[in-house]
């Protein structure tokens, strides 16, 4: 045989190992490694430079980009004296349990000097979610993007963007906040709030000192634009609106949804919304503001400021435009009230899932177990020879079904996988509250919360549906509450007071949306349907940082199914010890 047909024999030989590799990777994922190092960076933000936990020295940290079907693989070393643990927020986890992140719940922290290799494969999944630690208070720098694409040469289920770009919002204090959460707890007072909030790591122009770090988005005339907007702000809810430009809503934490237009998003911390933004026509000689600012009902004080990134277009290039050097005129955007509990509502009922036949929406038809949890705020005594800061020299607390979760002192998913739960948690919690009261009226005498490290545990594949009420107790207030591991539908929400003979006839069966993080409603309720389907222990907590660290918080632990694909794998050999 001639070199010229061997060659050619080559190269048909290697075309078509390239081509069941491209059909391979369509269907199977390939594997995706990053490396994350725990370090300290100096940053200045408000005229003020303080030194902020980062990965690999970036603020926000770096995005992780990966497929539908990947595997992803990051490789953390902390290189700081905190305890660290980092969660990968919203990414289903099935049966990787021991890569889901949550401090004392799937793992022990990773220690000074230690490192730990997150191993996921991301199934079933494509849109915009986020990282974050999830130990402390140490999310206030310690996040970033994760961006999942479709599977190659599938489209997204809207008109394609030219440029995709994320917007994470965050909030930023000018002190230390492992101290601020740290005397908090000590004093049992509320926690200074924050300083500013920030747009991409940036808090904007509308603070002292600050114009220079403010975000730019650079647009062309008559160009779509995905952005991907992250709330990874601690404790506050945010409204977010661009100045004379209409928003697409297509996307809420990772799953599509049926496309609605708006000039204004809500978004809780832990959501994630996907919206498309189509440039104007023609350069409109101005600038436009990005604004967000927050969403807040409760009691306590609220950080009431906006941060600001500025939306620019390309200028036309032509050198006799003699517009050129005139200062162009900066548009505000108006954005709800503080309070604007009617738009939250409103908002929030516009989401819908596509419920094609592509990606339709499997809501549990039957339901294998009702629970009912009342979310809300309480008080703990004050220990004996100490003052408290808490109403009337009390503790702040808050609890689900009046159960203030204890955080064990060794992961629940180990004492679980090892059969050693003595001593560590019970599997008592209370399946509905324990006191009946007028959960959204005249608050009972008693507001003290009991405390304990209790579990539901959950059979394989057990389809739950859970209603959250919140409670008037100290105060209504929203609460964005996430579960890990899972997705669930949102069926339905009311307020006032949860009535089981009356509402279950309004729930939406059809085309709910699905997400991992919903807002129950100030003074209102949320029912919500999920398939245990996912073996582990999985945290479920308040999405705002204080509540969380006040006991807002319980685990699910579902058991292993009879197949060998039902069941959790054993840990990894180097998770971390406590």
Known sequence: MGSCALKALFFLASAFLVLTEVALAKHAGITRHYTFDIKLKNVTRLCQTKSI???????????????????????????????????????????????????????????TGQTYVYNFTITGQRGTLFWHAHISWLRATLYGPIVILPKRGVPYPFPSPNEEVPIIFGEWWKADTE??????????????????????????????????????????????????????????????????HTLTV?????????????????????????VLLKAKPHFPNATFLMSARPYATGPGAVDNSTTAAILEYHQPSSTSNPKRNIKLALLKPTLPKLND???????????????????????????????????GLGLNPCPQNQTCQGPNNTKR?????????????????????????????????????????????????????????????????????????????IGAESHPLHLHGFNFFVLGQGFGNYNSSTDPSKFNLVDPVERNTVGVPSGGWVAIRFLADNPGVWFMHCHLEVHTSWGLKMAWIVMDGKGRRQKLPPPPSDLPKC
């Open 250 to 274: 297509v996307s809420a934490d990772a799953v599509y949804v049926k496309p609605f237009k708006t000039d204004t998003v809500l978004i809780t911390p832990g959501q994630t919304t996907s």
């Open 397 to 473: 607390a808050a609890s689900i079904n009046n159960v203030s979760f204890v955080q064990p002192n060794t992961a629940l998913l180990q004492a679980h996988f090892s059969g050693q739960s003595k001593g560590v948690y019970t599997t008592d919690f209370p399946a509905n509250p324990l006191v009946k009261f007028n959960y959204t009226g005249t608050p009972p005498s008693d507001i003290f919360v009991n405390s304990g490290t209790k579990v539901v545990v959950l059979p394989f594949n057990t389809s739950v549906e859970l209603v959250m009420q919140d409670t008037s107790i």
């Open 179 to 244: 101290t601020i959460i740290n005397q908090a707890l000590q004093n049992g007072g509320a926690p200074n709030i924050s300083d500013a909030f920030t747009i991409n790591g940036l808090p904007g122009p509308l603070y002292n000192c600050s114009a220079k770090d403010t975000f730019k988005l650079k647009v062309k005339p008559g160009k779509t634009y995905l952005l991907r907007l992250i709330n990874a702000a601690l404790n506050d809810e945010l409204f977010f609106s661009i100045a004379n």
């Open 53 to 111: 936990l980062t990965v690999n020295g970036k603020f926000p940290g770096p995005r992780i980009v990966a497929r539908e079907g990947d595997t992803v693989l990051v490789k953390v070393a902390n290189h700081v004296k905190n305890n660290v643990t980092l969660h990968w927020h919203g990414v289903r986890q099935l049966r990787s349990g021991w890569a889901d992140g949550p401090a004392y719940i799937t793992q022990c922290p990773i220690q």
């Open 341 to 375: 509990t009617s738009f939250a509502a409103s908002f929030s009922k516009k989401l819908r899932s596509l419920a094609n036949a592509k990606f339709p929406a499997n809501v549990p038809k039957k339901v294998d177990r009702r629970l009912f949890f009342t979310v």
